[in-house]
């Protein structure tokens, strides 16, 4: 897509609380707040990205900006933080919405199945109920767009696209059955050395290694992804 086009696409970030979580939103388009519009202004149909692990919204900023602009501007693209991935930071305070209220706290937020109650809630309080939508999941969020579709018939689902899915039974293939030991070991060293290493240092350190971490992959994001090196994100 054309730089100068992709620039003049508006993004918002905003921090709600989803199921007792803070929770990052990047929302792409003009609409900030769906059930704020007219029904008759509102657009009929919205983009639902869901992020692989890591699962955060802000690296899927340039598709969701592809996407809009292939759509001609006419339907927003959003993509939701997975629960407790992306830390409220300390310039920007959390959106109150008269849906927050009547939102119940889920458990065991943080695992895969509260992870996938995690969107169903945040669809349900944060969309309107007549309003289309087309689910887009990444790796991880394709097993979850699809137990939305088992979980959530209420949900106006027109399509749903599954992008690079996580292979089921990863775990029990002949090189699953290595490698899955060897990566539950490591995610608790990665632990360890957030927590002993990153955690004590100063924001700037932290920016600037992600920012390093992020150029090497060649990865562009108009948001700080400084929780990359929380030790939460890497253990996950």
Do not use: N, S
């Given at each position: 897509m054309d730089s100068e086009i992709q620039e003049e696409i508006p993004v918002h970030e905003e921090f709600i609380m989803c199921g007792g979580v803070e929770t990052q939103v990047v929302k792409c388009g003009p609409w900030t707040n769906l059930l704020d519009e007219p029904s008759v202004s509102r657009p009929k149909l919205l983009v639902f990205i869901i992020p692989g692990n890591p699962g955060f919204s802000a690296f899927y900023v340039p598709f969701a900006k592809a996407l809009h602009s292939l759509t001609n501007r006419r339907f927003p693209v959003w993509a939701v933080t997975?629960?407790?991935?992306?830390?409220?930071?300390?310039?920007?305070?959390?959106?109150?919405?008269?849906?927050d209220s009547s939102a119940q706290e889920i458990k065991d937020i943080y695992g895969l199945s509260g992870q996938i109650e995690h969107k169903i809630a945040f669809l349900r309080t944060h969309v309107p109920k007549d309003m289309k939508l087309i689910l887009i999941g990444h790796s991880i969020g394709c097993y979850i767009a699809l137990q939305i579709l088992k979980r959530a018939p209420d949900l106006q689902v027109v399509h749903a696209f599954l992008l690079f899915p996580t292979i089921e039974r990863l775990s029990e293939s002949p090189k699953g059955r290595i490698a899955t030991p060897l990566f539950c070991w490591f995610r608790y060293v990665l632990y360890a050395t957030s927590y002993l290493v990153f955690k004590p240092c100063p924001e700037i350190i932290k920016s600037f290694l992600v920012r390093i971490i992020l150029q090497r992959m060649n990865i562009k994001s108009e948001f700080s992804l400084v929780d990359l090196v929380q030790p939460f994100c890497l253990a996950d």
């Open positions: 997975h629960a407790g991935f992306a830390l409220l930071p300390k310039d920007k305070k959390i959106l109150k919405t008269a849906e």
